[in-house]
């Protein structure tokens, strides 16, 4: 199958900085991707989608202006969480989606992000 | 609006015995159903999918779910369990608008030697 490919697997870093967690599909070109959180024993919450060469939809109650979501080719979108703080720590997934439905969708291996 | 409930946070189950695990869902549309494993520290593979045509569903490792649209229900099972299916098992919904899923809760599915 289709191979979605997130990095970093896990990233520690300080209250106040920067985090850019890439999310790239390898052999298929993605016309959409998908930004989830999950927090322990909670669901995935779909955090926003982001189609190629165009803004980020962001779901309600999802801070734009914290979580920067960049797709700015096929292959490639990248979430910068700024100045992250310790309730940002949190597992983050990327899905992506190239030609066809929902069924053809394709889930990064995830980002497991603690602020400290 | 679509939302999926996972009742059952955790099963565990003996090596060899079957499992199902349930799941409901609520939809004002035609939805399609999917089921998802995760294995620790991983992202989600898909297990199955339900589109259209037969209710009953067969997926990757000897998985199955059937579809039931008059109790709203989409359960996976297994007649056989092995301790490699131990994982985090997410019941998700989308109303087919190729945009957005809905996951449950998820279900830790424990297979004991």
């Known amino acids: 199958g289709a191979v979605v490919s997130q990095h970093p697997s896990r990233v520690i870093c300080k209250s106040g900085t920067s985090v850019k967690i890439e999310c790239r599909s390898l052999?298929?070109?993605?016309?959409?991707m998908f930004w989830y959180r999950q927090f322990p024993k909670k669901s995935l919450m779909l955090m926003a989608t982001s189609n190629e060469g165009s803004k980020a939809t962001y779901e309600q109650g999802v801070e734009k202006d914290k979580f920067l979501i960049n797709h700015a080719s096929l292959t490639l979108s990248t979430l910068t969480v700024t100045s992250a703080h310790p309730e940002d720590s949190s597992f983050y997934i990327c899905s992506a989606r190239g030609g066809g439905g929902v069924e053809k969708l394709f889930f990064g291996s995830g980002t497991q992000l603690s602020v400290l | 609006a679509q939302s999926v409930t996972q009742l059952d946070s955790q099963v565990p189950v003996f090596e060899e015995a079957p499992v199902e695990l349930r799941c409901n869902y609520s939809?004002?549309?035609?939805?399609?159903l999917f089921w998802y494993v995760q294995y620790p520290n991983q992202g989600l593979q898909l297990l199955l999918k339900?589109?259209?045509?037969?209710?009953l569903v067969k997926g990757i490792n000897g998985f199955e779910a059937e579809f039931n649209k008059s109790q709203t229900s989409f359960h996976l099972r297994k007649p056989s369990v092995h301790i490699s299916d131990t994982a985090e098992y997410f019941c998700?919904?989308?109303?087919?608008?190729?945009?957005?899923?809905?996951f449950g809760t998820g279900t830790k599915l424990q297979v004991i030697p």
């Open positions: 339900y589109l259209s045509g037969s209710t």
């Open positions: 052999d298929f070109q993605a016309t959409t």
């Open positions: 939809s004002s549309v035609s939805v399609y």
């Open positions: 998700a919904v989308s109303d087919g608008g190729y945009q957005k899923v809905t």
